[in-house]
T-cell receptor, first 113, second 113 residues
Framework: GENVEQHPSTLSVQEGDSAVIKCTYSDSASNYFPWYKQELGKRPQLIIDIRSNVGEKKDQRIAVTLNKTAKHFSLHITETQPEDSAVYFCAARFTGGGNKLTFGTGTQLKVEL | EPEVTQTPSHQVTQMGQEVILRCVPISNHLYFYWYRQILGQKVEFLVSFYNNEISEKSEIFDDQFSVERPDGSNFTLKIRSTKLEDSAMYFC???????????FGEGSRLTVL
């Protein structure tokens, strides 16, 4: 079945450093890859997404890269700040009925002062 | 900014009882979803709904679960006979199109005793 793997499960960085989170997906026909940030007890919120016809997308300190051949995509956060601390989930939309999102297992990012 | 709203925010129930979780998706959205998140784990797809019918469901969404859009605004998830393992945060989501950004509600925390 559809599967999204995410690494690392926890990531601790110093304020100002960069953070990279990586995901791989199983279905080569997947066409949409969002990243969600979830703060404790809150809903997942979309921070950036990329479609399969694009290799890279950037929004201020956040960027996502997609390698369709290798079936992996990555989130890059530069100049990290304490408020970036949260759980980050990657997801992939598998084509077919329903267009559901399948989520990765999450990365707990901690930005230390 | 329009948002998905969910009620109740927290429900405690006894094992074997029926529970109905309610959602009001964003008004011009056509696709509706239920996801669940067991504490500390990833977001799991339950069901997607389009054009007044289920378009896809996961293995989790067994005969104990049902969804309904009883009127033009509400989207409900019913669990007929709750089990302890149904304890989780249930998120409703909606999207305008496919693929498209998924907007999540704040969630309904279900505790089964």
């Amino acid at each position: 079945g559809e599967n999204v793997e995410q690494h690392p499960s926890t990531l601790s960085v110093q304020e100002g450093d960069s953070a990279v989170i990586k995901c791989t997906y199983s279905d080569s026909a997947s066409n949409y890859f969002p990243w969600y940030k979830q703060e404790l007890g809150k809903r997942p919120q979309l921070i950036i997404d990329i479609r399969s016809n694009v290799g890279e997308k950037k929004d201020q300190r956040i960027a996502v890269t997609l390698n369709k051949t290798a079936k992996h995509f990555s989130l890059h956060i530069t100049e990290t700040q304490p408020e970036d601390s949260a759980v980050y989930f990657c997801a992939a939309r598998f084509t077919g009925g329903g267009n559901k999102l399948t989520f990765g297992t999450g990365t707990q990012l901690k930005v230390e002062l | 900014e329009p948002e998905v709203t969910q009620t109740p925010s927290h429900q405690v129930t006894q094992m074997g009882q029926e529970v109905i979780l309610r959602c009001v998706p964003i008004s011009n959205h056509l696709y509706f979803y239920w996801y669940r998140q067991i504490l500390g784990q990833k977001v799991e797809f339950l069901v997607s709904f389009y054009n007044n019918e289920i378009s896809e469901k996961s293995e989790i969404f067994d005969d104990q679960f049902s969804v309904e859009r009883p009127d033009g605004s509400n989207f409900t998830l019913k669990i007929r006979s709750t089990k302890l393992e149904d304890s989780a945060m249930y998120f409703c989501a909606s999207s305008e199109g496919q693929p498209g950004e998924l907007f999540f509600g704040e969630g309904s925390r279900l505790t089964v005793l």
